[in-house]
């Protein structure tokens, strides 16, 4: 299921080939009519069937084909689907897809049937990919930056909710975040000495606790300087991976947690007070930063095991 069996430039020939066959009935409001209709014809047919047959999605059935996951949604499921249409391929720079292809569709499926109803209760919902979808209902409903146009199309495995955007997932890694944020360059410049910034650059999934430049200030003078010298490297290494855990560890899922294994061998524990979640004595005070290979919670102080 993991591997593409279609080169990017056979994408490119299915895409190439869908929009042609969608012509001018690519609109939203043909999308919203036809895939109602599919689903009333062949309310027993399963999520790719249901999505076919509706004629509007020309350009995602290509793209699961070429990502080798038809057989996948024509499982049991349930799943949810936020399917988008050949209009929203449509709208996307040429190469945006290619590269990311299963990553990208699977952005678009939950595990579950979350019907209208229930999106709307929701501030974000979590995709096959790993990351977090943001939900948004102030000016209809939203995920991401797409609008829902057609909701609760039910099918034998799921159910299809059509929107006018294809949303992207997070594609910078966990160091690239912590990068980009400004306040983790301490954090970063250990993660280089202890030789670690390829391995958290990595698949993962890692959840990282990551104290900010703060928190490594307030460590007893000179602690930090003598933890980055190579002689110390071990050391370091100890500490750093005593931040991580080897799963996509979000912060609602952490609240129902006592503790965790880290990738040290060691175990942090997890605490829920006064509506603060806290790692040993440390305060997360953000939380579910998203990365291409993981999560990151920023923590104000440094965990030592």
Do not use: W
């Not at 990208?104 to 979350?114: K, P, Q, R, T």
């Not at 199309?153 to 910078?172: C, F, Q, R």
């Not at 579910?288 to 440094?302: K, L, M, T, W, Y």
């Amino acid at each position: 299921m993991r591997m593409l069996t279609l080169t990017a430039a056979a994408l490119s020939a299915f895409a190439a080939s869908a929009f042609a066959q969608c012509g001018s009935s690519c609109s939203g409001t043909t999308a919203t009519s036809n895939v109602v209709a599919a689903s009333n014809d062949h309310h027993a047919a399963d999520i790719v069937d249901t999505a076919v047959a509706a004629g509007n999605f020309n350009t995602l059935a290509a793209a699961l084909k070429a990502a080798d996951l038809v057989d996948a949604l024509k499982g049991d499921g349930p799943f949810t689907v936020f399917a988008p249409t050949d209009a929203a391929f449509a709208k996307l720079p040429a190469g945006t897809v290619e590269p990311l292809l299963q990553s990208i569709l699977l952005y678009h499926v939950a595990s579950g049937e979350v019907t209208a109803s229930q999106v709307t209760k929701l501030t974000d919902v979590t995709t096959l990919n790993g990351q977090r979808a943001t939900i948004g209902t102030d000016n209809g409903v939203t995920v991401g930056d797409a609008t829902v146009i057609a909701t609760d199309i039910m099918t034998s495995n799921g159910v299809i909710h059509v929107i006018d955007t294809v949303i992207l997932p997070e594609t910078k890694s966990i160091p690239e975040i912590a990068k980009g944020a400004g306040q983790f360059m301490t954090l970063l410049a250990a993660v280089e000495a202890a030789g670690l910034s390829e391995t958290l650059m990595g698949e993962g999934p890692f959840t990282v606790f990551a104290p900010t430049d703060e928190a490594f200030a307030a460590l007893p003078s000179g602690t930090v300087e003598s933890l980055l010298e190579p002689k110390n490297r071990a050391k370091l290494q100890e500490i750093l991976t005593y931040h991580v855990v080897t799963a996509r560890v979000i912060a609602d899922a952490a609240e129902k947690l006592d503790t965790a294994k880290t990738v040290a061998g060691k175990k942090i524990n997890i605490a829920f007070r006064n509506g603060e979640l806290f790692i040993n004595r440390s305060q997360v005070v953000a939380s579910d930063i998203q990365a291409s290979n993981g999560v990151i919670h920023v923590i104000d102080a440094v965990l030592l095991p």
